[in-house]
């Protein structure tokens, strides 16, 4: 039914598992001939995080012009697409209906293959695209507003989730954190910005599982130490210190201080646990510059070689949706009944591990 996959120049990926609509097109040696994404920033601000229902109603809107977008962008026809791919998960599931919708009707109409992509893996292989050539084996770590996991890759399209939190992302830390210090949202960008003029050694906030040898987040206990610091913790009878600028800069400073320490620690074990001599970070919080830095430090000191998502590949795009180039080689398409798993992704952690 399909035509050779060998002779598929150019793919079309869609993404909408959150709040950011996305169209990119792809060709075969994966470079990005354009990259389109609709930001929903302004619809969600207000609320500290994204709605859903908010969310999918304005992947309904701008699925179709982000697409033609794309297009435009590429200076390609529909008729030269030879693949559609689409991320099915993970993701709020009226978000990814949307554009697995939009795929199904694209790879009917035009009769090409359509392709399954995690969202979650993509975020790692858009390391891979950004150095140009093959980076696996690696430790791939994906920490995000959802997602704080780490895998084990022999291979592009091969993940095995060792680690991953038990109960708050990073991402999801870092924006409840903003919101409790009144710095608005997206939280990441927000502590950053705060954190550039604070101390990070003025509050000792906990690290946790820091020193443990298993591969596990947990932040909730970091948000809650931080909501204690700044409003005061439950009968408290000590005057609370004032949340002037001053102080702001030195809970962000020592709040993403303490982050940090713990995403690089976990970095570090899985790479010593596993073997490997290559990490590639992606997700949302990859974009924030003191996790780069003492990521760098770490993998130098340990002689591994590090491969970051740039800035444009780390929140949630299209373009990462390249890995899907390593499905269609192989001949791994999806049927046309294919549907969207939401969620999270967690390694599972017994009561005795």
């Given at each position: 039914?399909?035509?050779?996959?060998?002779?598929?120049?150019?793919?079309?990926?869609?993404?909408?598992?959150?709040?950011?609509?996305?169209?990119?097109?792809?060709?075969?040696?994966?470079?990005?001939?354009?990259?389109?994404?609709?930001?929903?920033?302004?619809?969600?601000?207000?609320?500290?995080?994204?709605?859903?229902?908010?969310?999918?109603?304005?992947?309904?809107?701008?699925?179709?012009?982000?697409?033609?977008?794309?297009?435009?962008?590429?200076q390609l026809t529909l008729s030269e697409i030879g693949a559609v791919a689409v991320a099915t998960q993970p993701g709020l599931v009226g978000s990814l209906l949307v554009s697995l919708t939009a795929a199904k009707t694209l790879a009917l109409v035009l009769n090409v293959p359509l392709i399954a992509v995690n969202h979650i893996e993509a975020h790692v292989y858009a390391c891979r695209m950004a150095a140009g050539r093959d980076v696996f084996p690696a430790i791939g770590f994906v920490v995000s507003g959802g997602?704080?996991?780490?895998?084990?890759?022999?291979?592009?399209?091969?993940?095995?989730?060792?680690?991953?939190?038990?109960?708050?992302?990073?991402?999801?830390?870092?924006?409840?954190?903003?919101?409790?210090?009144?710095?608005?949202?997206?939280?990441?960008?927000?502590?950053?910005?705060?954190?550039?003029?604070?101390?990070?050694?003025?509050?000792?906030?906990?690290?946790?599982?820091?020193?443990?040898?298993?591969?596990?987040?947990?932040?909730?206990?970091?948000?809650?130490?931080?909501?204690?610091?700044?409003?005061?913790?439950?009968?408290?009878?000590?005057?609370?210190?004032?949340?002037?600028?001053?102080?702001?800069?030195?809970?962000?400073?020592?709040?993403?201080?303490?982050?940090?320490?713990?995403?690089?620690?976990?970095?570090?074990?899985?790479?010593?646990?596993?073997?490997?001599?290559?990490?590639?970070?992606?997700?949302?919080?990859?974009?924030?510059?003191?996790?780069?830095?003492?990521?760098?430090?770490?993998?130098?000191?340990?002689?591994?070689?590090?491969?970051?998502?740039?800035?444009?590949?780390?929140?949630?795009?299209?373009?990462?949706?390249?890995?899907?180039?390593?499905?269609?080689?192989?001949?791994?398409?999806?049927?046309?009944?294919?549907?969207?798993?939401?969620?999270?992704?967690?390694?599972?952690?017994?009561?005795?591990?």
């Open positions: 039914m399909h035509q050779d996959p060998t002779h598929i120049r150019y793919l079309l990926a869609l993404e909408s598992s959150c709040d950011e609509t996305a169209a990119a097109i792809i060709d075969r040696d994966r470079r990005v001939l354009s990259s389109v994404v609709a930001t929903q920033y302004e619809l969600h601000r207000d609320f500290g995080g994204v709605v859903p229902e908010i969310a999918s109603r304005a992947h309904v809107r701008r699925v179709l012009p982000v697409i033609d977008e794309a297009l435009q962008q590429a997602h704080s996991n780490l895998y084990d890759c022999p291979g592009p399209i091969d993940f095995e989730l060792i680690g991953s939190t038990i109960d708050d992302a990073a991402g999801e830390a870092f924006d409840k954190v903003a919101q409790i210090l009144g710095l608005g949202f997206p939280g990441g960008p927000a502590i950053q910005k705060a954190a550039a003029n604070g101390n990070p050694k003025a509050v000792h906030f906990p690290r946790t599982f820091k020193n443990s040898d298993k591969l596990e987040f947990s932040f909730s206990g970091l948000k809650t130490a931080v909501l204690y610091a700044a409003q005061g913790a439950p009968g408290q009878k000590a005057p609370i210190e004032p949340l002037t600028e001053h102080r702001i800069a030195d809970l962000a400073a020592s709040f993403q201080a303490a982050v940090v320490d713990v995403l690089v620690a976990k970095c570090r074990l899985a790479l010593e646990q596993r073997g490997r001599k290559t990490l590639c970070v992606g997700g949302g919080v990859a974009a924030n510059s003191p996790l780069r830095e003492h990521l760098a430090r770490m993998t130098k000191k340990l002689g591994v070689e590090l491969h970051v998502a740039p800035l444009s590949l780390c929140t949630d795009n299209a373009a990462m949706a390249a890995i899907a180039w390593e499905h269609l080689e192989r001949g791994r398409f999806a049927e046309l009944d294919l549907d969207v798993t939401p969620g999270l992704v967690r390694a599972r952690h017994s009561a005795t591990d």
